[in-house]
């Protein structure tokens, strides 16, 4: 099958594996700290355990340092524009956070600072050298007058969603996780081009596939 015209930017996978951990009484602070801990503990087991095959690639890993930087969106989109995430990505060796999203660019369900209405407490983990996003996740909102308003402004037909709603209504922890893609964290590992190349049968926009 093929698709019409679509812009290949080689992170792009239309099915991709993708770990999801979701933690109780959680803040965005403290799954940060876990998907931190989580991402030296790759890279250091890699390191350990990889060297012949990490050879093949030209491909010597660097241990990130923790804590990683953090940058606000709208400081990053007010200096860069659209293309933040490529251009601070392309300028660093560690990884970073983007935090702090603006409504308009996140989910019905993220939570909102109350304190700042507007911005949301989500987060995206962005690798460095190029590898753009590798993660992405922040708090839930558990207030079903909330979900509930949010739906409606974001002009979603509520009717879709009346199974959700139900279970918030009847009450959902406050909870806090996040989403890291597998194919994507390979090739920021091995250094590949194209994430195609960190699957076995890659489903590519703009391209064959089986």
């Known amino acids: 099958m093929r698709l019409g015209t679509v812009e290949k930017t080689g992170k792009h996978l239309f099915e991709f594996t993708q770990l999801d951990l979701e933690m109780r009484y959680a803040s965005r602070g403290e799954v940060m700290e876990l998907a931190e801990k989580l991402l030296v503990h790759v890279l250091q087991e ?41 251009i601070l990505s392309n300028g660093v060796k560690e990884p970073f956070w983007i935090v702090d999203f603006p409504i308009w660019k996140r989910e019905f369900y993220d939570k909102e600072f109350g304190y700042r209405p507007g911005i949301m407490k989500d987060m995206y983990m962005i690798y460095p050298e190029g590898y753009g996003e590798g993660l992405s996740g922040g708090e839930r909102e558990y207030d079903y007058s ?34 890291i893609g597998l194919e994507r964290l390979v090739r920021f590992i091995c250094r590949l081009g194209d994430v195609g190349k960190a699957a076995l049968f890659p489903k590519i926009p703009g391209e064959y596939c089986i």
């Open 46 to 86: 890699v390191k350990k355990t990889c060297r012949e095959e990490l050879s093949e690639f030209g491909r010597e890993v660097r241990v990130s340092s923790r804590p990683f930087k953090k940058i606000e969106f709208e400081e990053a989109y007010e200096r860069y524009g659209n293309e933040f995430e490529t």
């Open 146 to 179: 909330k979900v509930k308003e949010r739906i409606e402004a974001s002009g979603l037909d509520t009717s879709v969603y009346l199974p959700y709603l139900e279970i918030v209504k009847r009450g959902i922890y406050l909870s806090a996780g996040f989403g």
